[in-house]
Each structure stands twice: as C-alpha cells, then as structure tokens.
C-alpha cells in the first residue's frame, strides 16, 4: 500500500527536508552497532547505534523510537546517517511489539516507561556524553513526548513533527466522530501488517519469505477499503473491518468512544506540567494533527515544568499533508517552502552542543501563511512570527449564516428578525464522499487541497457563500463554528467545511469538521442525547487556519451531516437510519462561525524557520 503512513508521513516530512539537505554523509561515515536493550521489566527492545566512524567520543545523543520496521524505515535510516554524519550518536528503537523488538505493542501507553528506560539507557553508554534528543514524526512524535513527561534526567530537547495531543479527541475521534479512514488505513492495514509479520516470523518462515508475504497481505487487505465501500463486515458501523480482524487495541477505542479514564492515563494535555525540557512543535495546515502540534506547543509555553521549557518551545506551521498531498494538490497550490535539514540540525547544535545562537533570535511562532492562487496561478505565501499563539491582535471576526432568496449567504451581519431555516435529508447510504482536507494513511482518498464544487451540487449539502472580498485579508489561527440545528433522531453527526471561492468558481477546501450532537449538549466525556426536533446549540472547532484570501475570493461554508470515508457515518449501531436535519439563522439562532482575522504585514519575517 504506497501511500501508508511510512511511504507518505516521512516521505513528505524526511524525504522532502533531506533533498534540500546540504550535507549527507556518506555510508562509509557511519558505522551502525545493533543491540537487544532490556527494559525495566525485562522486555528487550530491537535497537540500531548510529555514529561516526571518525573523530572522537563521547557524542550528545538524538534518539527516534519507531512502531515501522516492517513497513520501510529507510527514510529513518536515511536521517539518522545525516545526523551521525553531522557528529551524532543516533539510536533508532523499534517499540515494544514492534519490528524486532520483543513483548506485545499497546500503542500510547507504553511509551512513557519504555522511553524514560530508552533514554537513560542512552546516557550510559560510553558512546554517550550524556545529552540526549528525541526526535519523533508522527507515532514517533508520541514516543517523544510520552517520554519527556516521564521526566527522563538526561533529556536535554525534544523535536516533534506532525503529532497529537490527546488520542482521544484529534486522532481516533474527532468532537465524538470516530475518524474511521484513519484508524482502518493506519492501525487496521499498517499496524496489522507489522503483527501479521511478527507472527511469520515467529512461525519459522524466514525473513525474505515473511516479507512478501506480509507485504501481499497488507495490500490485498488495504485494497478492500474503497471510498464507495460505506459497510464491512462487522457489525459496528463506525469500520468495515470485521472485530476479530481488528488489533485488540482497535477494540478498546471503539470501546470507549467518550472521554474517561482510559484515555486521561495517556492525554498530554494533563502532562505538560511534567515536561522539563524544550519542544519544538513542527506542523501542516493540512495535517490530520495540526490541532495536536499547536496544543502541545500552547499547552508547554503556559504549563512545562521549567522556563527553559516553557521559554525555549518553537511552533512552526507550513502547508504540508501527513501522508502524501493528492495529485490536485498541484494544481491548485505549489506546497513549498516546506521543510530544510539545516532547522533539524541546528535545534539540536543549539540545545545538545550549544552551537549558534541564530535560534533564541527567533520568534517563538513561525508561520507560512498559504496565497492561493487564482486559474492557471499555485498561489505563493510568506512566513510571519509571533510570540504566541493565537497571534497577538487577532479580532474574531464572525460571519452569519443567512438566507437570500433561494442563495445561502455568509454575512457579518446577525440576523435580525425570522428567516425559513434550511433543511437537508441525511442518508447513510449514500454520504457525502471525501474530497481532501486532513487524511491520513491511505491512497484511496486524497488528502489535501482539492475542488468542492461537486460535493456542493449534492442536496444534502448547504451552502453559504460571502460578497466578493474588496481587498486581501489574512485568517491565521484558530476557526470555530456555533450552529443552531436539529435532528429527528436522538443522536446525529454534522459536518462543516470552510472553504476559498476563487472568481473562477472554484472552490477550494480550507478547514473542516465533524461533530456528533451527542457532544453538542456536554462535553467529550458524556454523550447526551439530544430532544428529536428541537433547536439545540452546537458548538465545534473547525481547525487551525493560516490563509489569506485574496481581493475578488469569497468565502463559503458547507454544512451536511457526512464526509466519508473520513468521518463515521454513524456512532455505531446498525442499521443507520436516514434522517431530516434543520438548520436555523433566525435572530434566536443566530448560526455562525468565527474567524481568526490578523493584520499580517507587521508580523512578516524573512529567511527560514527556526
């Protein structure tokens, strides 16, 4: 399955930095040493020593722990030799019940005392001075930080890309939606293909052999996921895959779709108080965890355990995609510039050797803020710097779902009196398909910047469309939406999609969001059922924006109850029942949403990030 979190994730985060890279050294400059590393509980984990072959030790220390040997760890093999070459001790560890590490994989919650043991052990060796980095790109993001709460002594910094915060809410639900294409194309393919290969393995059969034959099992597998493919086998809507074809880990999320317990033992959000040392937080604004980087880096600037920590964290946000950008992707925006080798290495020169100062002159937030383009144009952009997030001066600018004749308009002026509220028919059967935004891991579905025209021509789909923008206006940060709404039903989903209108017509995907109405009366650790046919008041975040839309755009929202595969169709139960959805814009229910709206031109800075 080409598109999988390692092909796609570190292809788009690794591949694309070590083509811009300005220095890779030589296999012949690298000597790599493995090793079985006990942890405290005996387990012994798969581990790769990457150093120089020349010069002297002891070296600080970077350390990656990483769930995919199976699926192609070459571009972490790649980085590692760049930054041993560079003058490094680099540790690649596969986790616990992963590759060639030993005991049973349980994702998240292991990751705290694995990685506290990962990096004293790192400390101790005589190839180590000491310091040690974690360096993580998605699942390794999580092994980073999970490790950096357990308060490791010789921790020194931590470098993260495109990684969450809470497991819960923003990577297997999303405002109770259970982000179904994710978790079947990562833990129902990728993370089940590692298993089904361990277990080859395990079985006698040798390497080679178990390779291909775990490779045809993942694809054939991965190929039974389509996009029209709305039911599985199992009886619970919310994936296709039967139960028993499912990572047990894959049934306890589906078994606690509110937040508790469960999930409060792994939330970062109530760690950061015990993080000790620097993060820098690297995301994409079109990234399934976008929300994740930004809350990590917020939640350590206010609440790390050190001024160190809380002073020395770096947000960066450019546009990029977890997994690979679809091809539409170039045709309607030129995604650059994204990532240089030269940021990673000088982090980790400024904080494990105290090399260059170039990084404290830096403002603590850098952002690339996306200028689409118009027909037969990609667009450009510019970075601008902040000492926070939400960036200073921000005025949350709000546009009103209206009615105009038989057109939805999106207005900055409140209703005033009565207006007819808008209906839709909901039809699990037939959703509403994905067409881009924040996906992750497949190549079924594509992820990105793509047009919405045709979703729009659907009658489940309402559309509300502002005046042409007179002049240019950028929207940086956090949107949200409060829709008044009903269901006849006791419990439903609604959906919300920000998009860019250019003069042309097309119309381009910004942000966009699910909600289950259940979450719209409590919060995400109750679920409480709504009065069929009766106005309710939900309130949702839409997404991070960094985007200026351009003199002569329009702004438009979409508002339906589907967007699959992406989202659930439903919480759960079979059958799926159709229902009548309303949305209201009267002075009562005054349905909005709310932008981010930032003077840009005071904030623009030059050169790379960091």
Same mark, same amino acid.
């Given at each position: 399955?080409?598109?999988?979190? #390692?092909?796609?994730?570190?292809?788009?985060?690794?591949? *694309?930095?070590?083509?811009?890279?300005?220095?890779?050294?030589?296999?012949?400059?690298?000597?790599?040493?493995?090793?079985q590393?006990?942890?405290?509980d005996?387990?012994?984990?798969?581990?790769?020593?990457?150093?120089?072959?020349?010069?002297?030790?002891?070296?600080?220390?970077?350390?990656?722990?990483n769930?995919?040997?199976?699926l192609?760890?070459?571009?972490?093999? #790649?980085?590692?030799?760049?930054?041993?070459a560079?003058?490094?001790?680099?540790v690649?560890?596969?986790?616990?019940?992963?590759?060639?590490?030993?005991?049973?994989?349980?994702?998240?919650?292991q990751?705290?005392n694995?990685g506290?043991?990962?990096?004293? /052990?790192a400390? +101790?060796?005589?190839?180590?001075?000491?310091?040690?980095?974690?360096?993580?790109?998605?699942?390794?993001g999580?092994t980073?930080?999970?490790?950096?709460? +357990?308060?490791p002594?010789?921790?020194?910094?931590?470098?993260?890309?495109?990684?969450?915060a809470?497991?819960?809410?923003?990577?297997?639900?999303?405002?109770?939606v259970?982000?179904?294409?994710?978790?079947?194309s990562?833990?129902?393919?990728?993370?089940?293909?590692? +298993?089904?290969?361990?277990?080859?393995?395990?079985?006698?059969l040798p390497?080679?052999?178990?390779?291909?034959?775990?490779?045809?099992?993942?694809?054939a597998?991965?190929?039974t996921?389509?996009?029209d493919?709305?039911?599985?086998?199992?009886?619970?809507?919310?994936i296709?895959f039967?139960?028993?074809a499912?990572?047990?880990?894959?049934?306890? /999320?589906l078994?606690?779709?509110?937040?508790?317990?469960?999930?409060?033992?792994?939330?970062?959000?109530?760690a950061?108080s015990?993080?000790?040392?620097?993060?820098?937080?690297?995301?994409?604004?079109?990234?399934?965890?976008?929300g994740?980087?930004?809350?990590?880096?917020?939640?350590?600037?206010?609440?790390?355990?050190?001024?160190?920590?809380? !002073?020395?964290?770096?947000?960066v946000?450019?546009?990029?995609?977890?997994?690979?950008?679809?091809?539409?992707?170039?045709?309607?925006?030129?995604?650059?510039?994204?990532?240089?080798?030269?940021?990673?290495?000088?982090w980790?020169?400024?904080?494990?050797?105290?090399?260059?100062?170039?990084?404290?002159?830096?403002?603590?937030?850098?952002?690339?803020?996306?200028?689409?383009?118009?027909?037969? @144009?990609?667009?450009?952009?510019?970075?601008?710097?902040?000492?926070?997030?939400?960036?200073?001066?921000?005025? /949350?600018?709000?546009?009103?779902?209206?009615?105009?004749?038989?057109?939805?308009?999106?207005s900055?002026?409140?209703?005033?009196?009565?207006?007819?509220?808008?209906?839709?028919?909901y039809?699990?059967?037939?959703?509403?398909?994905?067409?881009?935004?924040?996906?992750?891991?497949?190549?079924?579905?594509?992820?990105? #910047?793509?047009?919405?025209?045709?979703?729009?021509?659907r009658?489940?789909v309402?559309?509300?469309?502002?005046?042409?923008? +007179?002049?240019?206006?950028a929207?940086v940060?956090?949107?949200?939406?409060?829709?008044?709404?009903?269901?006849?039903?006791?419990?439903? @989903?609604?959906?919300?999609?920000?998009?860019?209108?250019?003069?042309?017509?097309?119309?381009?995907? *910004?942000?966009?969001?699910?909600?289950?109405?259940?979450h719209?009366?409590?919060?995400?650790?109750?679920?409480?059922?709504?009065?069929?046919?009766?106005?309710?008041?939900?309130?949702?975040?839409?997404? !991070?924006?960094?985007?200026? #839309?351009a003199a002569?755009?329009?702004?438009?929202?979409?508002?339906?109850?589907?967007?699959?595969?992406?989202?659930?169709?439903?919480?759960?139960?079979t059958?799926l029942?159709?229902?009548?959805?309303?949305?209201?814009?009267?002075?009562?229910?005054?349905?909005?949403?709310e932008?981010?709206?930032?003077?840009?031109?005071?904030?623009?800075? @030059?050169?790379?990030?960091?």
């Amino acid at each position: 399955m080409k598109g999988l979190l #390692i092909r796609g994730a570190t292809m788009v985060v690794i591949l *694309l930095a070590l083509a811009a890279v300005w220095f890779l050294g030589p296999p012949a400059l690298v000597k790599v040493r493995v090793e079985q590393v006990p942890m405290r509980d005996g387990v012994r984990l798969y581990t790769r020593v990457y150093l120089p072959r020349f010069g002297r030790l002891p070296l600080p220390v970077i350390m990656m722990r990483n769930p995919y040997h199976f699926l192609g760890d070459m571009p972490f093999a #790649i980085a590692a030799r760049m930054m041993a070459a560079h003058g490094y001790a680099v540790v690649s560890q596969d986790v616990r019940g992963t590759g060639l590490s030993h005991g049973t994989f349980n994702p998240f919650f292991q990751e705290r005392n694995d990685g506290y043991d990962a990096v004293e /052990w790192a400390a +101790a060796q005589p190839w180590s001075d000491g310091k040690v980095g974690l360096w993580g790109v998605s699942y390794l993001g999580v092994t980073a930080l999970q490790a950096a709460a +357990a308060e490791p002594p010789h921790l020194v910094a931590v470098m993260t890309t495109a990684t969450g915060a809470d497991y819960h809410n923003g990577w297997v639900y999303t405002n109770g939606v259970f982000e179904q294409h994710f978790i079947e194309s990562w833990a129902g393919v990728a993370l089940a293909a590692d +298993a089904y290969h361990r277990q080859l393995l395990a079985n006698g059969l040798p390497p080679s052999k178990a390779d291909r034959q775990a490779k045809a099992w993942m694809k054939a597998r991965a190929a039974t996921l389509k996009p029209d493919q709305v039911s599985g086998a199992g009886v619970d809507a919310r994936i296709r895959f039967a139960p028993d074809a499912l990572p047990p880990y894959v049934r306890d /999320w589906l078994n606690h779709p509110q937040y508790d317990d469960y999930w409060a033992k792994i939330d970062l959000h109530r760690a950061y108080s015990s993080i000790q040392v620097p993060v820098l937080s690297r995301g994409g604004w079109y990234d399934i965890f976008a929300g994740g980087v930004i809350d990590n880096f917020e939640g350590l600037q206010a609440h790390a355990a050190t001024a160190t920590a809380r !002073n020395g964290s770096r947000l960066v946000m450019v546009p990029f995609c977890h997994t690979r950008c679809g091809p539409g992707n170039a045709v309607h925006y030129r995604f650059g510039p994204l990532w240089f080798a030269s940021p990673e290495l000088k982090w980790w020169d400024y904080w494990l050797k105290g090399v260059g100062d170039g990084y404290s002159k830096r403002p603590a937030v850098q952002l690339y803020v996306m200028q689409p383009g118009d027909r037969g @144009t990609k667009g450009s952009g510019y970075w601008i710097g902040a000492a926070q997030y939400p960036l200073p001066g921000t005025q /949350w600018q709000p546009y009103y779902l209206r009615r105009d004749a038989d057109a939805g308009t999106l207005s900055r002026d409140a209703p005033t009196g009565d207006e007819v509220a808008d209906r839709y028919r909901y039809d699990p059967e037939h959703p509403v398909p994905t067409q881009g935004g924040a996906l992750c891991c497949g190549t079924d579905v594509p992820s990105g #910047i793509y047009d919405q025209s045709a979703v729009e021509r659907r009658a489940d789909v309402l559309s509300y469309s502002s005046a042409p923008f +007179a002049k240019a206006e950028a929207f940086v940060g956090p949107a949200r939406a409060r829709l008044w709404v009903s269901t006849h039903t006791s419990d439903s @989903t609604f959906t919300v999609k920000l998009v860019d209108v250019r003069p042309d017509g097309t119309a381009l995907n *910004l942000v966009d969001s699910a909600v289950d109405s259940r979450h719209c009366l409590g919060d995400s650790s109750t679920a409480e059922p709504v009065a069929a046919g009766q106005p309710f008041a939900c309130e949702l975040p839409l997404g !991070n924006l960094g985007v200026e #839309i351009a003199a002569g755009h329009r702004l438009r929202v979409e508002i339906s109850s589907s967007n699959f595969p992406r989202f659930a169709r439903g919480v759960g139960r079979t059958p799926l029942l159709p229902s009548e959805q309303v949305l209201y814009h009267d002075r009562e229910h005054p349905s909005r949403i709310e932008l981010p709206r930032v003077d840009a031109a005071p904030l623009k800075i @030059t050169g790379a990030p960091l």
